[in-house]
T-cell receptor, first 113, second 114 residues
Framework: KNQVEQSPQSLIILEGKNCTLQ??????????LRWYKQDTGRGPVSLTI?????NTKSNGRYTATLDADTKQSSLHITASQLSDSASYIC????????????FGGGTRVLVKP | DAMVIQNPRYQVTQFGKPVTLSCSQT?????MYWYQQKSSQAPKLLFH???????NEADTPDNFQSRRPNTSFCFLDIRSPGLGDAAMYLC?????????????FGPGTRLTVL
């Protein structure tokens, strides 16, 4: 079954600290992996997209990594800011299913001053 | 600047009373999607339009219908809302259905069923 699992479910960090979110997937065949940020009460916004051959991709203070062999990805947030408080969703595109998106359950991040 | 607009942002309806949610886009994208997202859960795809071609997900209840009168607009009709249909409804668009075509989401409409 094609699944995307994220950990932790939630975390609290102090402003200025770093954190890393994890994503494991079983989606096959794999096309690409995206990280989305979803603020409370808003729609998800794409942060990064990585294909099979890409190991790392940065977007400002967000850095995503991908290990397609172990089917794992991470999202690292550097020097967190209060505005980073949101849910971060790992989304994998299934090449065989009409490029349908498989969503993870998300990690809810709360940045405290 | 808003690219995917959803109206209203909050909708309250009564059990069994039909309701329509609206989505419009300024991106001129071919594809428009409707997702249902319940609290603390991942978005669940209900259906999508590729141009005028409607594509329903196999497990989407018949209670949910959609219309796309033109490229810019797409509507979600819930014919007889039940308490279990209370959720955030997200509209998204993409240029095409290729693997690298990013989906752009609207802000969502939160539906409450009384």
């Amino acid at each position: 079954k094609n699944q995307v699992e994220q950990s932790p479910q939630s975390l609290i960090i102090l402003e200025g600290k770093n954190c890393t979110l994890q994503c494991n997937y079983t989606v096959s065949p794999f096309s690409n992996l995206r990280w989305y940020k979803q603020d409370t009460g808003r729609g998800p916004v794409s942060l990064t997209i990585m294909t099979f051959s890409e190991n790392t991709k940065s977007n400002g203070r967000y850095t995503a990594t991908l290990d397609a062999d172990t089917k794992q990805s991470s999202l690292h947030i550097t020097a967190s800011q209060l505005s980073d408080s949101a849910s971060y969703i790992c989304v994998v595109t299934n090449k065989a299913a009409g490029n349908k998106l498989t969503f993870g359950g998300g990690t809810r991040v709360l940045v405290k001053p | 600047d808003a690219m995917v607009i959803q109206n209203p942002r909050y909708q309250v309806t009564q059990f069994g009373k039909p309701v329509t949610l609206s989505c419009s886009q300024t991106l001129n994208h071919n594809v428009m999607y409707w997702y249902q997202q319940k609290s603390s859960q991942a978005p669940k795809l209900l259906f999508h339009y590729y141009d005028k071609d409607f594509n329903n997900e196999a497990d989407t209840p018949d209670n949910f219908q959609s219309r796309r009168p033109n490229t810019s607009f797409c509507f979600l009709d819930i014919r007889s809302p039940g308490l279990g249909d209370a959720a955030m409804y997200l509209c998204a668009t993409s240029r095409d259905r290729g693997a690298t075509d990013t989906q752009y989401f609207g802000p969502g409409t939160r539906l409450t069923v009384l």
